[in-house]
């Protein structure tokens, strides 16, 4: 039961990860057309709609999903399936009039807004994106409902299909109006409607979903006689689990926003003109951190598919159950994440370059930089981890502590380094970095306390970081000396692929040479058993 429990969640997390990946994908080659389309004064009002939106989603939606997850884990794993069947009804109902309050408030006070910002042409893109809320917030509650039952095809597939719309939608609007002879707000607005289209058509696609979802009918099947709560105690846990996850992403953006006003003035305070500090800024957000940002959410989604089987544990009382997911859980994480930190520090030049072959001076203050945030970027995996394995078992108040003394060390670090001239904007993802130990030193403390002694022992948070970090290593050694030799005989676009090609097949010769990945590990894969099969006859796999 428990390696069913386990190769379920494997497969689930192999899939989200697959799929965000794929939407990673679109996402980077959507900026492209777009970007190109625009033209600067319309995507100015672009991002300035983006704003207020990621804001607003901020206040109203989010942990949303995290919470229905939870409680629809919960009453599943204890066999509450009427309480499963009135929780997903209410919370729809709810979260559907909390998504229309975000709507009209991004929608009437869409001049407001504008103004605010200084940007009053930008009014017309925030009002073609103020639906997104609403129809976001419906499809949060039908994802929560199929990760809680551990179903994470239908979010995939939903992600996926916003995806793709968003591409075809939004090029094709803004395309049509150019040609047009729109001015450039009226543009602006028909590439954000691309946006709202596409989360209107993933809203439906996840509805259509569970209209035809054998779980709707299973749930109404094993509800009968049973007696769920009422609706107010419902309510209320879900905004128990939900306000603090909210609070966290308030305090993400804050700092955010506070980093970004504490960067400029630090920058400026050692004698660089303001269009300076607004170009190494770009350098740090716009190439560097773009970077930081792709592995970590990537893995993320493994965080998805663990905590319905976590939370369901937690709930039953499987504390040695919990112990082991949460062990294999980091593994996992480690095995993904040190890699790619190792890959980014090695390769920062290369694969900036590779990235970014038209925008060579830019870049140079950028490289420095990513270097810095590759390091970052293992530490913020396993934060991010810890920070959903405290979701899972209830205690959501956690890790917003340990957000919000991360968030102080990180404006703390970057006003002291910043201001500094011979460190300059490098002082940043230094911050980042001290953010980061920060948080996952604290949420460590926390989750070792909370799972306590199982067995006569306590759960081994850094066991699995050995093998992989020496695996990494020689990938790293390998990927470095690589490039700069295929770069004598190739150009360096080529090299660098090649090299990349190159370290992940090391990677993997020196994980299995070490044992650092078992034949169980394997088995929780889709198609695992088979290549378990085949590499044990090599004497490369051990049990």
């Given at each position: 039961?428990?390696?069913?429990?386990?190769?379920?969640?494997?497969?689930?997390?192999?899939?989200?990860?697959?799929?965000?990946?794929?939407?990673?994908?679109?996402?980077?080659?959507?900026?492209?057309?777009i970007?190109?389309?625009?033209?600067?004064?319309?995507?100015?009002?672009?991002?300035?709609?983006?704003?207020?939106?990621?804001?607003l989603?901020?206040?109203?939606?989010?942990?949303?999903?995290?919470?229905?997850?939870?409680?629809?884990?919960?009453?599943?794993a204890l066999?509450?399936?009427?309480?499963?069947?009135?929780?997903?009804?209410?919370?729809?109902?709810?979260?559907?009039?909390?998504?229309?309050?975000g709507?009209?408030?991004?929608?009437?006070?869409a001049?407001?807004?504008?103004?605010?910002?200084?940007?009053?042409?930008?009014?017309?893109?925030?009002?073609?994106?103020?639906?997104?809320?609403?129809?976001?917030?419906?499809?949060?509650?039908?994802?929560?409902f199929?990760?809680?039952?551990?179903?994470?095809?239908?979010?995939?597939?939903s992600?996926v299909?916003?995806?793709?719309?968003?591409?075809?939608?939004?090029?094709?609007?803004?395309?049509?109006?150019?040609?047009l002879?729109?001015?450039?707000?009226?543009?602006?607005?028909?590439?954000?409607?691309?946006?709202?289209?596409?989360?209107?058509?993933?809203?439906?696609?996840?509805?259509?979903?569970?209209?035809?979802?054998?779980?709707?009918?299973?749930?109404?099947?094993?509800?009968?006689?049973?007696?769920?709560?009422?609706?107010?105690?419902?309510?209320?846990?879900?905004?128990?689990?939900?306000?603090?996850i909210?609070?966290?992403?308030?305090?993400?953006?804050?700092?955010?926003?506070?980093?970004?006003?504490?960067?400029?003035d630090?920058?400026?305070?050692?004698?660089?003109?303001?269009?300076?500090?607004?170009?190494?800024?770009?350098?740090?957000?716009g190439?560097?951190?773009?970077?930081?940002?792709?592995?970590?959410?990537?893995?993320?989604?493994?965080?998805?598919?663990?905590?319905?089987?976590?939370?369901?544990h937690?709930?039953?009382g499987?504390?040695?159950?919990?112990k082991r997911?949460?062990?294999?859980?980091?593994?996992?994480?480690?095995?993904?994440?040190?890699?790619?930190?190792?890959?980014?520090?090695?390769?920062?030049?290369?694969?900036?370059?590779?990235?970014?072959?038209y925008?060579?001076?830019?870049?140079?203050v950028?490289?420095?930089?990513?270097?810095?945030?590759?390091?970052?970027?293992?530490?913020?995996?396993?934060?991010?981890?810890?920070?959903?394995?405290?979701?899972?078992?209830?205690?959501?108040?956690?890790?917003?502590?340990?957000?919000?003394c991360?968030?102080?060390?990180?404006?703390?670090?970057?006003?002291i380094?910043?201001?500094?001239?011979?460190?300059?904007?490098?002082?940043?993802?230094?911050?980042t970095?001290?953010?980061?130990?920060?948080?996952?030193?604290?949420?460590?403390?926390?989750?070792?306390?909370?799972?306590?002694?199982?067995?006569?022992?306590?759960?081994?948070?850094?066991?699995?970081?050995?093998?992989?970090?020496?695996?990494s290593?020689?990938?790293?050694a390998?990927?470095?000396?690589?490039?700069?030799?295929?770069?004598?005989?190739?150009?360096?676009?080529w090299?660098?692929?090649?090299?990349?090609?190159?370290?992940v097949?090391?990677?993997?010769?020196?994980?299995l040479l070490v044992?650092?990945?078992?034949k169980?590990?394997?088995?929780?894969?889709?198609?695992?058993?088979r290549?378990?099969?085949?590499l044990?006859?090599?004497?490369?796999?051990?049990?």
């Open positions: 039961m428990e390696e069913k429990s386990a190769r379920k969640v494997a497969s689930g997390a192999l899939l989200l990860v697959s799929a965000n990946f794929f939407v990673k994908l679109i996402g980077f080659v959507y900026k492209i057309p970007g190109n389309i625009l033209g600067n004064a319309a995507l100015g009002y672009f991002s300035t709609a983006f704003e207020i939106y990621t804001l989603l901020t206040i109203f939606i989010s942990g949303g999903s995290i919470a229905v997850s939870k409680m629809i884990s919960d009453s599943a066999g509450r399936w009427a309480n499963v069947r009135r929780t997903f009804r209410v919370l729809l109902v709810q979260f559907s009039i909390v998504g229309a309050a709507t009209a408030v991004m929608y009437f006070g001049g407001t807004w504008a103004d605010f910002l200084g940007n009053s042409k930008a009014t017309l893109s925030i009002v073609a994106l103020s639906p997104a809320i609403f129809f976001l917030a419906v499809s949060c509650i039908f994802r929560g199929f990760q809680g039952l551990g179903d994470m095809r239908q979010s995939s597939l992600e299909v916003e995806a793709l719309f968003k591409l075809i939608i939004g090029v094709c609007l803004t395309l049509w109006l150019r040609s002879g729109k001015g450039d707000d009226v543009v602006s607005a028909g590439a954000i409607a691309g946006s709202s289209l596409s989360v209107l058509v993933s809203a439906l696609v996840v509805i259509a979903a569970y209209l035809l979802s054998s779980h709707r009918r299973r749930v109404a099947a094993l509800s009968a006689g049973d007696r769920p709560d009422r609706i107010f105690p419902i309510v209320g846990r879900f905004w128990r689990l939900a306000i603090p909210a609070l966290s992403s308030v305090v993400v953006n804050l700092t955010s926003f506070l980093d970004l006003f504490l960067i400029f630090r920058l400026v305070s050692t004698g660089m003109t303001e269009d300076a500090a607004n170009r190494v800024y770009g350098a740090y957000k190439y560097a951190q773009s970077l930081f940002n792709l592995a970590p959410s990537i893995i993320s989604s493994i965080n998805v598919s663990i905590l319905p089987a976590l939370s369901a937690f709930v039953t499987r504390r040695r159950e919990a997911l949460v062990e294999r859980s980091l593994k996992v994480v480690n095995l993904l994440a040190l890699p790619s930190a190792v890959g980014l520090l090695v390769l920062a030049g290369p694969i900036s370059r590779l990235l970014y072959p925008r060579l001076d830019e870049i140079v950028a490289i420095p930089i990513l270097k810095i945030l590759a390091v970052a970027s293992y530490w913020t995996c396993l934060s991010t981890l810890a920070t959903s394995l405290l979701q899972a078992s209830g205690k959501t108040h956690l890790p917003l502590i340990s957000l919000i991360g968030g102080a060390v990180k404006l703390g670090v970057n006003y380094l910043v201001g500094i001239p011979a460190v300059g904007i490098n002082g940043a993802p230094i911050g970095l001290a953010c980061y130990l920060v948080m996952t030193a604290m949420n460590t403390v926390f989750l070792s306390r909370m799972m306590g002694t199982v067995n006569g022992r306590r759960v081994r948070l850094f066991r699995w970081c050995v093998r992989p970090a020496f695996a290593a020689v990938m790293g390998a990927a470095y000396f690589s490039q700069r030799w295929l770069a004598l005989v190739l150009r360096e676009r090299a660098t692929i090649l090299a990349i090609l190159l370290a097949v090391i990677y993997a010769l020196t994980l044992r650092g990945v078992r169980r590990d394997l088995e929780l894969i889709p198609g695992g058993r290549l378990a099969a085949l044990m006859k090599t004497k490369l796999l051990g049990e």
